[in-house]
């Protein structure tokens, strides 16, 4: 049986185009018949399965490439920088997107008595000799998880089986992630503890604050760590530091709403915090390849 054709098929049936929400809880489908240009976005903590097409996510500058059969894993909310380079009308890209919740997986780790130990199957990779960075991962699934996968979205074809199978193959799905390559940092999220959980307490709040002015300090009182520790485990966890995290959101926002030709590009950067403009240029076309006026000009707003 090909696990892989029959996660297509069932997303074929169910995915609109673009993003689509199901009726299983925290489970969605994303079908794009085309390839897309760069945009920005923030993942937050989920598990997301492609099958068919490919797509490079960008995350500091580091670009990923994942297609049909790999899965990508996020743990934390992180600024990224998304394309799907590989994709068309007769081959579209294909995706699962599973959202991953602090307390289902705590509740799984209470009951099999696991807070301690660490994934031990599986392989990750972004280049070789390369680590990747403990809130993001992509990797080959193994045929467990994709036939934990396949049944969950065989669910959607018969919704009588909902109510008596649903919970039981999500906890499956989170079980083959805390027993492979990025089952200590899926464990962590399910830790109230945990350093993860500290520092998503300062993360969340330059999400909300990202266009005010930063101060480590703060940050790292509010995950109860002294400075210099709250900046190594950010990077580690990011592979960023608070300052190029807060950078990345308001680059990303700022060509969101360049992209809908609604606003003038010293306006867009003053919006999001910047206070000079020429660094506003300077950093949005570092990361985005181009000036932000191009990205006013090209807009689909614009006549």
Known sequence: MDLLLDIRHAISRHARKGLTATALPGLSVLRAPRTTEPVGDVLEPTLVLVAGGVKHTALNGEVYR?????YLVASVDLPVVGNIVAADHDDPFLAVVFRLEPDRIASLLLDTGTTGTTGTTGTTSRRPGAHS????????????LLDAIARLLALLDNPQDVAALS?????????????????AT??????????????TRS????????????????????????????????LTVTSMTPLEYQKHLR??????????????????????????????????????????????????MRV
């Open 66 to 70: 994942y297609g049909a059969g790999d």
């Open 133 to 144: 960075p403990s809130a993001f991962g992509v990797g080959q699934a193994p045929p467990p």
């Open 167 to 183: 919970a039981g193959i999500g906890r499956e799905i989170l079980w083959r992630l805390l027993t492979g390559p990025q089952g």
């Open 186 to 199: 899926i464990r962590q999220i399910g830790l109230p503890d945990s350093r993860l959980a500290h520092l």
């Open 203 to 234: 993360i969340r709040w330059i999400r909300d604050h990202y266009d005010q002015p930063l101060r480590v300090a703060d940050l790292a009182a509010a995950a109860a760590m002294s400075p210099s520790s709250f900046h190594r485990h950010f």
């Open 251 to 300: 680059l990303n926002e700022a060509r969101m709403r360049l992209l809908t030709g609604a606003h003038e590009v010293a306006e867009v950067g003053h919006s999001v915090g910047y206070t000079s403009a020429s660094q506003f240029s300077r950093e949005y076309r570092r990361m985005f390849g181009a000036p932000p006026s191009q990205a006013v000009d090209t807009s689909p």
